[in-house]
């Protein structure tokens, strides 16, 4: 372990995009002991210094208009932030976000969020049913909340996390396909990157939850070459295995990347394979990328600490939000890893990651962008379009955007 991570600390043989990830973290890798991980975890995260009066929550309620769903969080003294839960899964999860974890949080201070994330998973014994579903209800809860903070303290939501750092995000486009052929995945990925000017892209390997079976037979190894040839060597690519392998055949696939110059590899392993994974990372000099499913702080700990991954991927709804992602990005600066959080589609996941890309010093150089939404929102501060490979991120207040009023007054509550 200590071998690798100091072999890939000094190597020449890695690939430019490898290096780039490897530049950008906040320390060289460097073995880090749980412990030291662990005040991390134990430390604030939020800068607060500007919210000096409670914002006592009145109210958190889930709107339904057509299939979209929204939150719209009160505060005593009148300030409302409409804030957009994981479109996807927020639906069959209503129960669960209404039930068991709104009331955590109504009546409280909106300033002690971070106690509030812990307090959550004990309230009516939450935390047995830790897991992604619980995890996906807090975050819902915990963007409401910043937002309301943000109106609070008129300010963008950056403030409430160190500061903005960057304001133009470079972007990757990411394929969402499998079964077709090389050849027609190649023209997709063409199509579309198309005019966007995006430096790099992400395609998908094997069959998904496979058990090594590809989704056409040969198709992972005639691809990663090819999309190598079609783009060229200037173009950053990744490819992501959504937990289709084996540790054997997860290195076997690696190996091919590793020859193309590839930029990461995306969940070689089935991914609460912990063990598995790190083999992989260990036997590869390209780095493994992971942890969109992991919503245990604890398990990330132990990633980090013993390098199961070279870049960790926080999914900013699966994981309970902001702050817990902060926290996964904060440990992995400390051990000298970069953070490319994994993008919910739907909703407002590709502007999710703008902003957590604007403020995170340990930031990959590219972040996933769909760009497509379902929810009519406008921006005075950005186009929220991908423009010569770059998103602005938004300056307004909070997340910067509006959503159409329109659409939020046809949003009628959810009741159970
Ligand atoms: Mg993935």
């Not at 800068?47 to 299939?67: C, F, H, M, W, Y």
Request: aromatic share 8%; with cysteine; hydrophobic share 40%.
């Amino acid at each position: 372990m200590t071998t690798r991570r100091a072999f890939l600390q000094t190597s020449l043989a890695m690939t430019g995009a490898a290096a780039a990830h490897r530049s950008t973290a906040a320390e060289p890798a460097a073995p880090i002991s749980s412990q030291e991980l662990q005040t991390i975890l134990d430390a604030p995260v939020l800068d607060r210094s500007t919210l000096r009066q409670p914002v006592k929550i009145a109210s958190i309620e889930l709107l339904q208009n057509g299939n979209s769903h929204l939150l719209r969080t009160r505060s005593a003294d009148g300030l409302e932030a409409i804030t957009v839960p994981h479109q996807a899964k927020i639906g069959v999860l209503t129960p669960l976000l209404l039930k068991n974890v709104i009331p955590a949080f109504v009546g409280r201070d909106a300033r002690e969020i971070e106690k509030l994330l812990w307090d959550v998973y004990r309230h009516a014994d939450n935390y047995k049913l830790q897991g992604l579903a619980l995890w996906v209800c807090v975050a819902a809860v915990e963007m409401g909340i910043l937002e309301l903070l943000c109106r609070a303290a008129k300010r963008p939501l950056a403030d409430l996390f160190g500061g903005r750092r960057k304001r133009d995000v470079a972007v990757y486009y990411a394929s969402g396909t499998r079964g077709n052929t090389p050849e027609a995945e190649v023209a997709a990925l063409q199509k579309m990157v198309g005019e966007s000017g995006a430096r790099a892209i992400k395609f998908r390997l094997g069959g998904r939850m496979s058990r090594n079976a590809d989704s056409l037979p040969g198709r992972t190894e005639a691809l990663i070459p090819l999309v190598r040839k079609t783009f060229g060597d200037a173009m950053t690519l990744y490819a992501d295995s959504n937990s289709s392998y084996d540790a054997a055949e997860g290195i076997r696939i690696g190996r091919i990347m590793e020859a193309h110059g590839y930029g990461f590899y995306e969940e070689p392993c089935e991914f609460d394979d912990l063990w598995s994974t790190k083999q992989v990372a260990d036997a590869l000099t390209i780095p493994v990328a992971g942890g969109e499913q992991e919503f245990s702080l604890h398990r990330w700990r132990w990633m980090i600490a013993e390098r199961g991954v070279d870049i960790v991927q926080p999914d900013l709804h699966y994981g309970g939000g902001f702050i817990r992602a902060t926290q996964v990005a904060r440990m992995a600066a400390a051990a000298g890893m970069t953070v490319v959080p994994h993008m919910s589609g739907g909703g407002l996941g590709y502007l999710e990651v703008v902003h957590f890309a604007s403020f995170t010093p340990n930031i990959g150089p590219y972040m996933e962008f769909k760009g497509s939404t379902t929810i009519p929102v406008s921006c005075d501060s950005s186009t929220l379009r991908c423009e010569q490979g770059l998103v602005q991120c938004p300056t307004g207040i909070g997340f910067g955007v509006t959503i159409d009023p329109e659409f939020v007054r046809a949003a009628k509550p959810v009741k159970l």
